[in-house]
Nanobody, 124 residues
Framework: QVQLVESGGGLVQAGGSLRLSCAAS????????VGWFRQAPGKEREFVAA????????RYTDSVKGRFTISRDKAKNTVYLQMNSLKPEDTAVYYC?????????????????WGQGTQVTVSS
């Protein structure tokens, strides 16, 4: 029932910043856990960050800790991924995912709803 749309991707120089948005349409997204995943060409889709429906628990993959921050604005049905100190290895298509569970997990296969993805390219 939930439609997710990512935005905010683009091309940025190494060391720069981007903020991705994941907007839910149709129904309220306030009770869903939301995660960010990314997939680079030739690689598997990997977990990046997630936030529980309460917003009280955040998780990040080790490679982005200290650089990325996930947050949500329940009033706007939107989740954000602030990405700072970007590196070329962050280049990928970034997807947001949602699920009715409090905390689905870091495996992409357990998430039920997906956006279309937004491209992030970091140049060196």
């Amino acid at each position: 029932q939930v439609q997710l749309v990512e935005s905010g991707g683009g091309l940025v120089q190494a060391g720069g910043s981007l903020r991705l948005s994941c907007a839910a349409s149709g129904r309220s997204f306030n009770s869903y856990a939301v995660g960010w995943f990314r997939q680079a060409p030739g690689k598997e889709r990997e977990f990046v960050a997630a936030i529980t429906w309460t917003g009280s628990v955040r998780r990040y993959t080790d490679s982005v800790k200290g650089r990325f921050t996930i947050s949500r604005d329940k009033a706007k049905n939107t989740v954000y991924l602030q990405m700072n100190s970007l590196k070329p290895e962050d280049t990928a298509v970034y997807y947001c995912a949602g699920d009715e569970k409090f905390w689905p997990g870091s495996g992409f296969e357990v998430w039920h709803y997906w956006g279309q993805g937004t491209q992030v390219t970091v140049s060196s």
